[in-house]
């Protein structure tokens, strides 16, 4: 009997400390995933802010879509004017427009007019704009539809009321494109003159220079349009890489 | 014996290494977890500590990302004060659609949506930050501090700029990302041009002729507020951008004086250099085909060489000339030279001071929408079987004109004031000469129209109005000055204008913002009441029956106003004489018809929407007394209705008389309408007053 107690001791002795760890690494476990909820929700703040921000930037800023006019040199809320409407479906029809370039989210906005036919309301002309393409899979993380109500401008004498939506997605693709637009901007104004930025991909990443396409090669390919031409080497494989980006000639070079 | 306690000494010695090892393990279990607990609480705290203050700076970021876009997305200018979480240290830049929020090794860096214009900022441990969007320039702000302007401050401030304060240190030829226009004047006073306010596009204010430097020309800004601004110096950046076809912007001094020569015939010649300057084209001669500029003493030769830019500067512009038609050429390749008018039938070029120019081409060219019919604004060039009987053909036999009556007054009301000059009501009176029948001008205007109710009516109709357009300076005053039928249709016949409302005077005669000052055009069209007027004196040359069309007013509206007009009704008398019987009447017989040419319909009465009708009258005097006579009352004074009592307005939605009464000061003042004709007026269905 004596020899079997102290053969158990010898059993539960480890077995508690193993136990002791595991309870340990459990708790380090919910409190770290504590974290990462919060920064889920910073990133869902965010993710609204610029939402909001967006639509009403395009609605109401005149160096996008809110109609200027010459009569009184200003301005009305949310009221777009149809000549800058179409010429942003010609001109932005993969890209957002810079007045409204959010660099950690891509967009796609549509505006659905509704005209009064024979005493019914019905939808009338659509407009969209914006990026064409955004992340999939695992290199999305979430995406946002959120409208607000606005009028479209035809004339002095015909103004019909509209809904602009967006449709707003945070992904790797998004965030890596908006940080090699930006540095577009900085590098063309003479700003830096070299850049380097930490990025995390799930996918192999491959620029195509033809359509000058920054492509995140995930099941299904999915690809932004740049600001900067660029001479990008390939990212292989899914990882953590810093970019060392510089400026010659107007070509963006970016190293990994 | 030995061999038992060898035996159990080898069995002691065992059992102590077994003692032995469970201590060492219980002891080692204890440090190692304290360790691990140690280690645990450790990392748990420092990762806690570092989310929280990941989070506490990422919100900082957030917050002022999102003031920042609030801003750049106001319509006009904007002032928001954020203050920042206290003892929160940090760097803080704010570039390129970014805010840059740094302490120690941790960064964050979050993206906002809007442009601001301006140039990046670094805050060392901000307290409170001031986001200002100044509306004139689109520009956004970010300064660290409270939002408050002090004009005495020696840091331009945009505060100051957003609330319209000239600050002196923003009276600087420095650039500073703050355009102050309040300080604009007193920049111009200095000399001096704020770089910040010299750009491409208009503030709505007055131009900065010190914006051109002779030594830094081009410098890549064509202000649109300089157009048509003379200077001295030609803004080589408005001569490029408005050259060779692109017009916009006028600048007077262009083409550059150093590029100018005298020819051997006399004429100023400006050198070829590729840029035909566009910019001062004559608004009124240039057509989508071909661009007229403005007549400036200079022949543009790089102008003279095209096909479609005439320079009338140029003696052998190809554009320009000799290449109008001239007198019996048509207008075919080329308009008709100035003085003269395309006929619409033949396309042939005809005198145009004379109206009937073309009358005798064998074409009938009369109203617009018709064959061979004149484009809008040449009433006065209608051609029918009356103005033109050698072109068209048809009965041009007038009807007999005389029967009318020697009543010529309209109603007019002034305003009374009390003390304070405040509105307290108003006076009615009949005054003026307004009503005239079988005159010229409505035997003119009936002519153009073949003596057809439907065709008046049509004019009453149309939109934009052939005439009746409404002149806003009429209320300065309008009693003063009651104007005569005949001028009332004169003026409306001869108004060439699209504009349906315009001003005969200007400044504070002008009360209307969206009646734009046409000056002598637009004098003589009149207001409603002369409207009312001419159109009754129209019909009833026309030979409507006295007792079947009045001039009457309503008040009506949410702000109760007056309003007249005329009214007629579809007697069934009239149907036999189709030029007398309007269409509207097939289904309205025996109704009255509203024939409103200010408003520009003609509907049944009861379909017109109004608080209550006034008085009706017309050249046979009030109707009260003509045709609304009743019974002579106990005292036998003459009484009667002010209209028919089968007249009937739409006052469904509208105020009541009451409110109208009691709120405005409005009334229609029947008593002192009739008491100049000693009757007593009854208004249908109330009772007398």
């Known amino acids: 009997m004596k020899r079997l107690k102290g053969q158990l001791s010898y059993i539960i002795k480890p077995l508690s400390l193993v136990m002791t760890i595991v309870l340990l690494l459990l708790l380090y476990n919910s409190i770290s995933s504590f974290g990462t909820r919060e920064t889920a929700v910073q990133k869902g703040l965010d993710l609204t802010s610029d939402a909001t921000s967006t639509l009403l930037v395009l609605a109401n800023s005149e160096d996008c879509l809110a109609y200027h006019s010459p009569l009184t040199q200003g301005v009305y809320a949310n009221i777009v004017d149809l000549n800058k409407l179409n010429d942003f479906v010609g001109k932005y029809s993969a890209t957002e427009p810079e007045c409204a370039r959010s660099f950690d989210f891509g967009w796609r906005i549509t505006i659905t007019e509704f005209k009064r036919t024979e005493g019914n309301v019905t939808e009338g002309n659509k407009w969209s704009f914006g990026a064409s393409n955004f992340s999939r899979d695992n290199a999305f993380h979430q995406d946002l539809l959120f409208s607000i109500p606005m009028a479209v401008r035809y004339s002095d004498k015909l103004t019909r009321p509209a809904t602009m939506q967006i449709h707003i997605v945070d992904g790797e693709l998004e965030k890596i494109a908006g940080i090699l637009d930006w540095s577009c901007v900085l590098f063309k104004n003479n700003r830096i003159t070299k850049f380097s930025i930490q990025i995390k991909t799930s996918y192999p990443l491959s620029y195509n220079s033809q359509m000058n396409e920054l492509c995140s090669m995930s099941k299904e390919k999915s690809c932004r349009q740049m600001w900067c031409p660029m001479n990008f080497a390939e990212i292989k494989s899914a990882g953590d890489y810093i970019l060392k980006i510089s400026y010659t000639d107007g070509v963006m070079v970016v190293k990994s | 014996m030995k061999e038992r306690e060898t035996a159990n000494k080898k069995r002691n010695v065992r059992k102590g290494q077994i003692v032995l090892s469970e201590t060492l393990l219980a002891a080692t279990e204890v440090i190692i977890s304290f360790i691990l607990i140690v280690l645990v609480i450790q990392l748990v705290f420092q990762q806690q500590s570092s989310i929280t203050i990941e989070v506490a700076y990422d919100s900082v970021a957030r917050d002022v990302s999102t003031s920042i876009d609030r801003a750049s997305a106001a319509a006009g200018s904007m002032i928001i004060e954020q203050p920042l979480p206290k003892g929160l240290k940090m760097n803080m830049t704010i570039d390129y659609k970014t805010v ?178 566009t910019g001062c084209a004559n608004s009124t001669a240039t057509t989508s085909q071909k661009i007229t500029l403005v007549k400036d003493g200079v022949c543009d030769l790089d102008c003279n060489a095209t096909k479609n830019i005439c320079d009338p500067d140029c003696p052998n512009s190809e554009a320009c000339q000799n290449k109008c038609m001239k007198e019996g050429e048509k207008a075919a390749q080329y308009p008709c030279c100035e003085g003269l008018i395309a006929c619409p039938g033949d396309n042939v070029c005809r005198k145009a001071n004379n109206p009937m120019s073309c009358c005798g081409n064998g074409i009938c060219e009369g109203r617009p929408g018709t064959q061979n019919g004149w484009p809008s604004g040449n009433k006065t060039r209608w051609e029918t079987p009356y103005t033109c009987p050698q072109d068209c053909q048809g009965n041009a036999q007038r009807p007999q004109c005389g029967a009318f009556g020697s009543f010529v007054s309209s109603v007019c009301y002034r305003d009374i004031f009390n003390q304070d000059e405040t509105r307290i009501g108003d006076k009615p009176s009949w005054t003026g000469n307004a009503i005239a029948i079988c005159n010229s001008e409505a035997t003119k205007f009936l002519d153009r129209r073949n003596w057809d109710i439907n065709e008046v009516f049509k004019t009453v109709a149309s939109f934009p109005p052939e005439g009746y357009a409404y002149d806003a300076s009429r209320y300065v005053n309008a009693c003063d000055r009651i104007q005569n039928a005949v001028q009332t249709i004169s003026s409306n016949e001869n108004y060439s204008s699209s504009a349906n409302i315009c001003c005969s005077l200007d400044g504070t005669g002008c009360p209307f913002p969206d009646a734009p000052y046409l000056g002598q055009k637009c004098a003589g069209v009149g207001y409603c009441a002369d409207h009312a007027a001419a159109m009754l004196s129209i019909l009833r040359t026309l030979g409507i029956p006295d007792n079947d069309v009045f001039m009457t007013f309503d008040i009506q509206g949410a702000n109760c106003g007056r309003h007249a007009w005329a009214v007629m009704r579809c007697d069934p008398l009239l149907r036999n004489n189709p030029k007398l019987w309007p269409s509207i009447c097939d289904s309205n017989v025996g109704q009255w018809i509203s024939v409103d040419a200010t408003r520009h319909f003609v509907a049944p009465l009861s379909q017109t929407p109004c608080v209550s009708l006034g008085m009706f009258w017309n050249d046979k005097g009030i109707y009260p007394l003509t045709y609304g006579a009743l019974p002579d009352g106990p005292n036998g004074e003459k009484r009667g209705y002010v209209f028919p009592t089968d007249a009937v307005c739409n006052n469904y939605n509208e105020p009541t008389p009451q409110q109208c009464r009691d709120q405005f000061g409005v009334e229609h003042h029947y008593n002192d309408l009739c008491s100049p004709f000693k009757v007593t007026c009854v208004v249908p269905g109330g009772s007398a007053i």
């Open chain 2, 100 to 277: 840059i929020v740094s302490f120690g090794s941790l960064t964050v860096r979050k993206s906002f949506v809007g442009l601001t214009y301006t140039n990046a900022v670094t805050f060392t441990n901000p307290s409170k930050l001031c986001i200002v969007k100044t509306g004139n320039d689109k520009r956004v702000n970010v300064i660290a501090g409270d939002c408050t302007c002090n004009p005495k401050s020696d840091n331009c401030n945009p505060v100051c700029a957003a609330q319209g304060i000239c600050q002196s240190a923003c009276v600087t030829n420095v650039a500073d990302n703050v355009c102050n226009l309040a300080c604009l004047q007193k920049d111009i006073a200095q000399g001096i041009c704020d770089p910040d306010c010299n750009r491409n596009v208009s503030s709505g204010v007055a131009y900065n002729p010190y914006c051109i430097n002779p030594n830094n020309n081009p410098d890549g800004v064509c202000n649109p507020d300089s157009n048509n601004i003379k200077k001295g110096i030609c803004d080589k950046d408005c001569y490029y951008t408005y050259s060779n076809g692109t017009t916009g912007v006028c600048d007077p001094d262009c083409p550059p004086s150093d590029q100018i020569f005298v020819g051997l015939d006399g004429v100023k010649y400006k050198t070829s250099d590729g840029y035909c300057y």
